[in-house]
């Protein structure tokens, strides 16, 4: 094996298995029994500050339209958003964060950032921000291909 290839495979293996590590220590403190898709979606949502169609979310969390159905229908049943017809286009919905849904990603986002912070912390600012520009840049790459 290559030392490009090895080298790949380590990077690989690192950011799986940091991923992986996050999500279960994120999963446990998110409250409600919220998952970390319900809370990225609310999330995305409260940010753009605009309603989406399913299509749109879909895109932006690179999962299938089937993917971000279920993850919706989840989050319409909890009050945390809301879900209507396209006036315009009967064919398409659209989809905006409740007054619940925001009290909830903020909740969840309350529970999460004193984890994040401890790991930033664990780290030093000035290695999280020297691996940010090229974590953004591995992840533009693999959004091109």
Known sequence: MSDANAL???LVSELLTAD???????????PNRME???????NH?????AERTPAQLA???????GAITNTLGKLELAGYVHIRPDWDDARRKLVAIS???MAARDAALAAITPVIAGVVGELGKDKVRAALPVLRELRLRMEEG
């Open 45 to 49: 949502l409260a940010g753009v500050g």
């Open 20 to 30: 992986q590590l996050l999500r279960n220590r994120l999963t446990r403190v998110l």
């Open 99 to 101: 007054p619940a849904g």
């Open 59 to 65: 895109r932006s969390f690179h999962v299938t339209r």
């Open 8 to 10: 790949a495979i380590s």
């Open 36 to 42: 970390i898709s319900h809370f990225s979606v609310l």
